[in-house]
């Protein structure tokens, strides 16, 4: 284990392996390497993998191999890794963003299938309805999500306000009722949560205080 642990850092990127030393730590008298420091750590984000190959991120799975065995660990590994080297390649916010909880719960011990589910690196992302001082606005009022995520609209100042998309300006293929609300939210606090699969541009507004300017932007990413 300590031997392959090694062959890392005997690589001959001597550059990001010498950055990798630091990070070091003794756990029950493993060697092992804190996972995302190691990972910020790296200069060489985009180009040291094809130079160091992935035998850094391997000495992972390596001091973890003696807790659990088997098959079903190794494929976990495999999926980490490629989950890290995602993060480190890629340039989409949102692939990024799922590689990072993919990994981070299979660091965690989750198992293939759970950070696999759809919906697992989902979140959900809160806009105001009214600004603490009373404006009528969306707040913020340009929002970039990821697809799978749900948006929560929350009465805050102001109302009644409510959601309406534009019929011209969402994605071709989104049912404007589907993610508009029927009603109005009047008391304070109410809430109005959908969950966008598709991706593309969307605009909205307040019926009530369209005409004060009360609209707002939503990028699915
Ligand atoms: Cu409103």
Not at 26 to 36: N, P, S
Request: glycine share 10%; hydrophobic share 40%.
């Amino acid at each position: 284990m300590l031997a392959l642990a090694l062959q890392g850092l005997a690589a001959p990127a001597a550059e990001p392996a010498a950055e990798v030393v630091s990070n070091d730590f003794e756990i029950a008298g493993q060697r092992g390497r804190e996972l995302f420091p190691m990972l910020l750590g790296q200069k060489c984000a985009r180009f040291c993998d094809a130079r160091a190959g992935i035998k850094p991120y391997m000495s992972i799975a390596d001091s973890q191999a003696d807790a659990v065995k088997g098959p079903t660990k190794a494929l976990e590994m495999l999926a980490l890794n490629d989950n890290l080297n995602t993060v480190i390649q890629s340039d989409a916010m949102c692939t990024r963003r799922h590689a990072m909880a993919r990994a981070a719960g299979l660091a965690a011990g989750m198992a293939l299938a759970t950070v696999n589910s759809p919906g697992f690196a989902a979140e959900t992302k809160m806009v105001k309805m009214g600004s603490d001082t009373g404006q009528l606005i969306f707040q913020p009022d340009e929002l970039t999500i990821c697809s799978g995520d749900t948006v929560t609209w929350t009465n805050n100042k102001g109302g009644p306000h409510n959601v309406v998309f534009d019929e011209e300006a969402i994605p071709d293929g989104v049912s404007q009722e589907s993610i508009s609300m029927d009603g109005q939210l009047g008391e304070e606090g109410a809430t109005f949560s959908k969950k966008f699969d598709t991706k593309g541009d969307y605009a909205y507004y307040c019926e009530p205080h369209r005409g004060a300017g009360m609209n707002a932007a939503l990028k699915v990413s």
